[in-house]
């Protein structure tokens, strides 16, 4: 995204929210940032990490285990980890909450906890939900982003398993970055954001006091669904579930469904999962 600063301002032009300057703030915060994003609820989690979700994922992965032979180690990737309560939730469900299969696939499993940003993942090993885990060697942490090669690079010096059995990514869609849709009646649009500030030029301080200053405007620009979904049967499937809603909002994430489904497919065979 193109910024201008002309000496007497910060210009971002009018465009689509993930290609925005203010998107590129954003996803910066979340890069250095470290888990304050989390420990200020600046990003909410609750309803995406809590014990419920991940005993019901518990429950999934000791079905998934039955496939595979009993005594050899399960490996499992958790990619955009952010504060790694997910990861924390799903061990203690099962070491605690799925009898006595998901004790014994907890004392098999390697749970490698992952995300883009070093910051997170380096603080991760401190936090008293993860150390323990840590400690024992059944967390292992790293940096790993969806659309690079190699995907994953261990953060500490531990080694990463070989293959994994499972990788999974809790609430990433989010970040990947999304395009902000609406429909009112037959007519479709995007949400656009510009920024402006026309205060003295900003040389450091903090994302918060740069963001305070913006004057920030957001508009929706009408365009045909065919324009703002480009893949045929992501536009089918979008038109048909945002259909019972009077005034529909929803996000996708900008990268089409083919490239994150070739994303998906590449990290699997770069790290040797099945699933
Ligand atoms: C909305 S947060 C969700 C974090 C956590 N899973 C939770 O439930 O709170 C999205 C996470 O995805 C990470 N992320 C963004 N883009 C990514 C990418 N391309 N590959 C891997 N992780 C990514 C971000 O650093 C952030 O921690």
């Not at 380096?122 to 659309?147: I, K, M, N, S, W």
Request: charged share 20%; net charge neutral.
């Amino acid at each position: 995204m193109a910024v201008s600063d002309t000496g007497d301002g910060f210009v971002a032009p009018r465009t689509a929210w993930h290609r925005s300057a203010l998107w590129d703030l954003a996803s910066a915060y979340l890069r250095v940032g470290g888990l304050e994003a989390w420990d200020s609820n600046t990003v909410p989690s609750f309803a995406t990490s809590n014990v419920l979700s991940a005993r019901r994922f518990a429950r999934l992965l000791v079905v998934h285990a039955r496939w595979h032979d009993a005594g050899r180690p399960f490996a499992l990737l958790e990619i955009g980890a952010g504060h790694g309560l997910f990861a924390a939730h799903v061990l203690d469900a099962l070491a605690r909450h799925a009898g006595a299969e998901g004790q014994a696939l907890y004392q098999r499993l390697t749970y490698v906890v992952s995300d883009l940003s070093a910051a997170n993942v380096l603080a991760l090993t401190a936090r008293d939900y993860l150390r323990p885990h840590v400690e024992q060697g059944r967390v292992v942490v790293a940096t790993g982003d969806l659309f690079r090669d190699p995907p994953l690079v261990a953060a500490a010096e531990r080694a990463l398993p070989e293959r994994f059995d499972v990788i999974v990514a809790n609430y990433v869609c989010c970040a990947i970055p999304p395009r902000v849709l609406k429909r009112e009646g037959a007519a479709w649009a995007e949400l656009e954001v510009e920024a402006e500030d026309r205060g003295e030029s900003y040389a450091g301080g903090t994302l918060g006091g740069l963001m305070a200053r913006l004057d920030v405007r957001f508009a929706w620009a009408e365009a045909p669904l065919d324009a703002l979904v480009d893949d045929p049967l992501h536009r089918a499937a979008v038109a048909t579930l945002v259909a019972p809603w009077p005034v529909p909002r929803w996000s996708i994430p900008s990268t089409s469904s083919t490239r994150c489904a070739t994303a998906w497919r590449r990290c699997s065979r770069a790290t040797g999962c099945r699933w």
